[in-house]
Structures are given as C-alpha cells and as structure tokens.
Nanobody, 124 residues
Framework: QVQLVDSGGGLVQAGGSLRLSCAAS????????MGWFRQAPGKERKFVAA????????YYEDSVKGRFTISRDNAKNTLYLQMNSLKPEDTAVYYC?????????????????WGQGTQVTVSS
C-alpha cells in the first residue's frame, strides 16, 4: 500500500513557476511508476506527466512539454513536478498517482493510488 500527500500548489501570475511535491509512504515507492494528473472545474481528470520507477524515462502531455519537468527522488520517497512558464489554462487541481507498473503510464486506469490534490491557480 502507498499513501500519497500532494503539496506545493498556490496562486501565481502567468509566466511564473511552481514546484509540486508528492510525499509517499511505504517501502515500495521505488518500484512504482508515478504520474501527475490535473482536473479543471467541470472537466475530467487528465494526464499531465509520468515517470518510470527509476526516473530514467518520462512522458508529457503535449501542452506542457518544454514547460513542466517531472522527477523523483527514491531515497526521499518523493515525486516532483516543476512547472515553468505557467499559463491561465494550467489552472486546476493537480494530483499525483502511483502505478504498480514499473514503466510510464498515461491512462488513469493504470494508477492504483492517488494523492488528495493541490490547487494551482494561474492569474492572467
């Protein structure tokens, strides 16, 4: 079992940066592929970025490529999402998730555990 706690959200102006963190409990964190998803008001939760178990492979949704960077520190049981050049359309609740698969996963159905979410608001 893995428990995830998201943090780092907030209010930022367009063009600004934020770094989200996801602290995981459990000794098996390093064996899970991890991902970030986001959900805007009235919309479904959508994929943002994913990383494999060791951090050697990443995958991004097209709209965040070149602006967001997903990374992990297995020694600290922590997942990160560095978000630069933020846009108003990035406003959403961001969720980290853990998948029992080792390789990067895009589909929500591949993820077994979810954080509680952290709000990111980008003002224009």
């Amino acid at each position: 079992q893995v428990q995830l706690v998201d943090s780092g959200g907030g209010l930022v102006q367009a063009g600004g940066s934020l770094r989200l963190s996801c602290a995981a409990s459990g000794r098996t964190f390093s064996s899970y592929a991890m991902g970030w998803f986001r959900q805007a008001p009235g919309k479904e939760r959508k994929f943002v970025a994913a990383i494999n178990w060791i951090g050697s492979s990443t995958y991004y949704e097209d709209s965040v490529k070149g602006r967001f960077t997903i990374s992990r520190d297995n020694a600290k049981n922590t997942l990160y999402l560095q978000m630069n050049s933020l846009k108003p359309e990035d406003t959403a609740v961001y969720y980290c998730a853990a998948s029992h698969y080792s390789f990067t996963q895009v589909s929500k159905s591949a993820y077994d555990y979810w954080g509680q979410g952290t709000q990111v608001t980008v003002s224009s």
